[in-house]
């Protein structure tokens, strides 16, 4: 069965300060990968998506993932943080190939210090 | 406005007394999901369906029963709701499952307190 790890559970970041967090699955074939923000208070929003292709994926409000297909990663990235990116994140992967259900990470609470 | 409608958004309720939280979008999408949020544990899947009258489980679907008579309409039942069902419920859908358009929409969510 497929799953996602994200072992950061809660990372604190001043403004300015540039961003990572991890993300890993594990499954066999052919997936597509995603990552979700949860804003305070509100439901998920796509942040972006990775389909095929350019494994350098750029989503909305200046960030990026890089998929990784030997590591089975997909980590994000956002060079620059700002207090507006306090939030959960959440990786997730569907597989393209049997139940094809989207399996979510545990989420990562990010807190932006101003 | 192409959305996912979820209602209530907001319940409290006592051990045993069924409830149906409905989830309702507008965008013509085939599949649809019910996922339960919980501190710590991300979203979990509790049922999937890919098109109208083919339901399925996911990850934690005791305590739950979905129907799909309607491609626009996925209510999630609660037949004798259970404290350990106190969470936070999401409605999501996608235009379908494979190829490119399989990214999943949310509704805002519906918070259920079972006492």
């Known amino acids: 069965a497929q799953s996602v790890s994200q072992h950061n559970h809660h990372v604190i970041l001043s403004e300015a300060a540039s961003l990572e967090l991890g993300c890993n699955y594990s499954?066999?074939?052919?997936?597509?990968l995603f990552w979700y923000v949860q804003y305070p208070g509100q439901h998920l929003q796509l942040l972006l998506k990775?389909?095929?292709?350019?494994?350098l994926v750029k989503g909305i409000k200046g960030f990026e993932a890089e998929f990784i297909k030997s590591k089975f990663s997909f980590n994000l990235r956002k060079p620059s943080v700002q207090w507006s990116d306090t939030a959960e994140y959440f990786c997730?992967?569907?597989?393209?190939?049997?139940?094809?259900?989207?399996?979510f990470g545990t989420g990562t609470r990010l807190t932006i210090i101003p | 406005e192409a959305q996912v409608t979820q209602n209530p958004r907001y319940l409290i309720t006592v051990t045993g007394k069924k409830l149906t939280v409905t989830c309702s979008q507008n965008?013509?999408?085939?599949?649809m999901s019910w996922y339960r949020q919980d501190p710590g544990l991300g979203l979990r899947q509790i049922y999937y369906?890919?098109?109208?009258?083919?339901?399925d489980k996911g990850d934690v679907p005791e305590g739950y029963k979905v129907s799909r008579k309607e491609k626009r309409n996925f209510p999630l039942i609660l037949e004798s709701p259970s404290p350990n069902q106190t969470s936070l419920y999401f409605c999501?859908?996608?235009?379908?499952?494979?190829?490119?358009?399989?990214?999943?929409?949310f509704g805002p969510g519906t918070r259920l307190t079972v006492l």
């Open positions: 499954y066999g074939g052919t997936v597509n």
């Open positions: 997730a992967v569907i597989s393209n190939f049997g139940n094809e259900k989207l399996t």
């Open positions: 965008m013509n999408h085939e599949y």
């Open positions: 990775y389909f095929s292709g350019d494994p």
């Open positions: 999501a859908s996608s235009l379908r499952t494979s190829g490119t358009y399989n990214e999943q929409f």
């Open positions: 369906s890919m098109n109208v009258e083919v339901t």
